[in-house]
């Protein structure tokens, strides 16, 4: 099983910019597609980005679109989420996972996840 650790979170201004990483520990996951969700207080967990094991293929839900990047290093197995441009609707904790085929539905254990709180 692979375990996956979540870091780079933080408080910032609406309109900056935070990194987050996800270091991938376990079993090999080259092959996995991998995705970034997030849940605020009172709501449901949420899509936010997904990546495809090769890195070539990547998905983004509407309200991040044009605003958030995925990419992976395999070699240092590792996805990041550049977040730029950040809203206050921005504010939650935000996780990766292993997502199926759908490369929206997650798979696998949630870890602790990391911070993101966006000031107005």
């Known amino acids: 099983q692979v375990q996956l650790v979540e870091s780079g979170g933080g408080l910032v201004q609406a309109g900056g910019s935070l990194r987050l990483s996800c270091a991938a520990s376990?079993?090999?996951?080259?092959?996995?597609?991998l995705g970034w969700f997030r849940q605020a207080p009172g709501k449901e967990r949420e899509f936010v980005a997904s990546i495809s094991w090769s890195g070539g293929t990547a998905y983004y839900g509407d309200s991040v679109k044009g605003r958030f990047t995925i990419s992976r290093d395999t070699a240092k197995n590792t996805v990041y989420l550049e977040m730029n441009n950040l809203k206050p609707e921005d504010t939650a904790r935000y996780y990766c996972?292993?997502?199926?085929?759908?490369?929206?539905?997650?798979?696998?254990?949630w870890g602790q996840g990391t911070q993101v709180t966006v000031s107005s």
């Open positions: 996972n292993v997502v199926v085929a759908d490369f929206a539905t997650p798979f696998g254990s």
């Open positions: 376990g079993r090999t996951y080259s092959r996995d597609a």
